[in-house]
């Protein structure tokens, strides 16, 4: 049964594969936009994470200041309580000054152990940032390139079909030639209607004179 569900999900995730592929082949800088915006969202999760280990990192220095301040003050407390032989508070004021120096410890420890990763997290960020806006260019590169390759083809339907359809004449060449037969068209229209408007006048002009 486990290898009946693998194959299902094997052969589920090429077909996945196989349309990604074709939406890349039809349309690849989408398929670059697509990419550069999950980049783009994975980077500002790492910039979260980082803005929060150093909230932890401040939190650790805050708190191991506190501690050390503590052990300090008890230890003063120990001291006083010993030369006035309170016994009692003298124990307790020793315990409490040696639980916040072990705190301390474990404070101190863990700041420097969550400064060094927050420096390392900030090198590896700088370095993704430097990645994703290379990509950024390379995708403007990319995309004025393929304005250009477009609309050279599509000049080239227009100018010089031939290179594209094999077609003996380009669009341009088809609506001059058009043109100039419209024209002559138009032109003679018009001389056989003002040769025929002409004739007609003198025709009437003779018949007066006739009269």
């Known amino acids: 049964m486990s290898n009946l569900f693998t194959r299902i999900k094997d ?3 090429s077909d996945i594969n196989e349309l990604l592929d074709q939406k890349e082949q039809k349309n690849p800088i ?3 936009n697509q990419h550069l915006r999950h980049c783009e969202k994975e980077a ?9 280990q150093y909230t932890l990192k401040e939190t650790f220095i805050r708190e191991y200041h506190e501690a050390e ?3 300090g003050k008890r230890k003063r407390q120990a ?3 010993s030369r006035a032989a309170e016994a009692d508070l003298y124990e307790f004021a020793l315990k409490e000054q040696t639980d916040y120096e072990q705190k301390a410890a474990r404070l101190k420890t863990a700041y420097e152990d969550a400064a060094k990763q927050f420096a390392h997290l900030e090198e590896k960020y700088e370095e993704m940032k430097r990645k994703l806006k290379d ?6 590169e990319l995309m004025s390139r393929e304005n250009i390759a ?6 080239d339907q227009v100018l010089h079909p031939e290179n594209v359809f094999g077609k003996s004449c380009s669009q341009f060449e088809a609506s001059e030639s058009y043109l100039e037969r419209l024209e002559h068209q138009i032109n003679t229209n018009y001389h056989h ?3 025929d408007a002409r004739i007609a006048q003198l025709e009437k002009q003779l018949e007066k004179k006739e009269q």
């Open 11 to 13: 052969s589920f995730l």
């Open 79 to 81: 001291d006083i309580a």
């Open 44 to 52: 500002d999760k790492v910039r979260r994470l980082i803005g929060r």
């Open 193 to 195: 209607a003002t040769i």
């Open 69 to 71: 301040e503590t052990a």
């Open 135 to 140: 990509m950024q260019l390379k995708r403007m």
């Open 150 to 155: 477009s609309a050279n083809y599509r000049i």
């Open 30 to 32: 989408a398929m670059l």
